[in-house]
Structures are given as structure tokens and as C-alpha cells.
């Protein structure tokens, strides 16, 4: 079983739609969750970043975490073309190191 | 939010060859900097963490001898393909941390670069 479970797409959906990303993890020890967009051929660029369970918003941005069912969502309202990328969402164990990434779900928003 | 550079953004090799990438963070001091590397629709995976003026630890299954790697300041860390091969060519990804302690010390990733071995 993988550390970090996520649907790769891809996804597409009409502009200005409500988009639900998902990811689910295995290990309890992971505290801080992250969600990465990625544009094709660049690096990733961290969207929000979470260490306890519930909403975070920002924008048109809302991270969600349920530490007791060890599921993550990131919802993206009024999605635009310009939102079309792949996101990873990403998980850490607290003090550690480490980020284990999703494998990405890759998202196309159309006109 | 902090940048980091990559250099060179892509590169073409033969078998054999060796190959340098270098990561610079642009406008912070990097005691941490990883090295990912990046399959076509597969997630980052972690190869190795570099702490300045120490030896990188490697992800298992990474072979150290292959992917030589170095810290030497603050703002620069190298990865090396040594005698790439046509397995090799994958998307290569560095972060840089600044460690400014908890809760969380966020990594700011390059643009990658792309390596290509024929």
C-alpha cells in the first residue's frame, strides 16, 4: 500500500465548476499536509499548507483535512482555464524531513 | 516567496556521459536542499537530502556512487549523472529550505530540468 493514495485524472471540467481533489494516507504520524500545483515541464509551487485537521481558505482555495479518517481534499470555487495544472497534494511527518508526494491529479479547466 | 534556480533547464547526453545540474536558492540561505526526480505522469520522488558542508543521505534504492552530490554553500548544490543511460532520462527536481523551525519549513522547488540520455 502506497504512503499517499491520489487519483491521477485526469479531470476535466467546465470553467467556473467546483473542483474536489483528493488524497488519502496510511501513516497517523504525517502532521502537515501541503498542496502543490504544477504546470507542465515546472517545478511546483506550494498552494496551502495545513497541520491540523479542518478548513483553511484562502481565495478560491479551501484545504480540508480529517486526520481521523486520514483523507485530505482541496477544493478549488469558480475554476478557471488558468487553474488547468496537475496537483499533488503532500504530507510530512512531523520534525521529519521528508515530503511524500501523491502521484497528481492532473486537472483541465475548459472555456 | 523565495526562488531557486536550476541550470541548465534542459540537456541532451549520450550513454555514458556524465552530466552536472546545478540548484541555486536566489535570495535565501539553503542549510537544506533536496534532490526529486520526476517519471512522465508520475509523482516526485525524493532521492536524496543535502545538508550544507555534510554528506547527502540517500533515498533507498538510489545509488550514491551514480547521483554524486554537492553542498558546498549555502545557495548552491550540484547533482551529478554520472555515465548516464537512456534509464536515466527523467525530469530532475531540487528544493531548498531555509530551516527556520517549526511548524513547518516550507521547500521551494526549481523549474527542473529535463535530461534527456540517447
Known amino acids: 500500500q502506497k504512503e499517499v493514495e491520489q487519483d491521477p485524472g485526469p479531470l476535466s471540467v467546465p470553467e467556473g465548476a467546483i473542483v474536489s481533489l483528493n488524497c488519502t494516507y496510511s501513516n497517523s504520524a504525517f502532521q502537515y499536509f501541503m498542496w502543490y500545483r504544477q504546470y507542465s515541464r515546472k517545478g511546483p509551487e506550494l498552494l496551502m499548507y495545513?497541520?491540523?485537521?479542518g478548513n483553511k481558505e484562502d481565495g478560491r482555495f479551501t484545504a480540508q483535512v480529517d486526520k481521523s479518517s486520514k483523507y485530505i481534499s482541496l477544493f478549488i470555487r469558480d475554476s478557471q482555464p488558468s487553474d488547468s495544472a496537475t496537483y499533488l497534494c503532500a504530507i510530512q511527518a512531523g520534525g521529519g524531513n521528508k515530503l511524500t508526494f501523491g502521484t497528481g491529479t492532473q486537472l483541465k479547466v475548459e472555456l | 516567496g523565495a526562488v531557486v534556480s536550476q541550470h541548465p533547464s534542459r540537456v541532451i547526453c549520450k550513454s555514458g556521459t556524465s552530466v552536472k545540474i546545478e540548484c541555486r536558492s536566489l535570495d535565501f540561505q539553503a542549510t537544506t536542499m533536496f534532490w526529486y526526480r520526476q517519471f512522465p505522469k508520475q509523482s516526485l520522488m525524493l532521492m536524496a537530502t543535502s545538508n550544507e558542508g555534510s554528506k547527502a543521505t540517500y533515498e533507498q534504492g538510489v545509488e550514491k556512487d551514480k547521483f554524486l552530490i554537492n553542498h558546498a554553500s549555502l545557495t548552491l548544490s550540484t547533482l551529478t549523472v554520472t555515465s548516464a543511460h537512456p534509464e536515466d532520462s527523467s525530469f530532475y527536481i531540487c528544493?531548498?529550505?531555509?530551516?527556520?523551525?517549526?511548524?513547518?519549513?516550507?521547500?521551494?522547488f526549481g523549474p527542473g530540468t529535463r535530461l534527456t540520455v540517447l
Open positions: 528544493s531548498a529550505r531555509q530551516n527556520r523551525g517549526p511548524p513547518y519549513n516550507e521547500q521551494f
Open positions: 495545513t497541520y491540523s485537521s
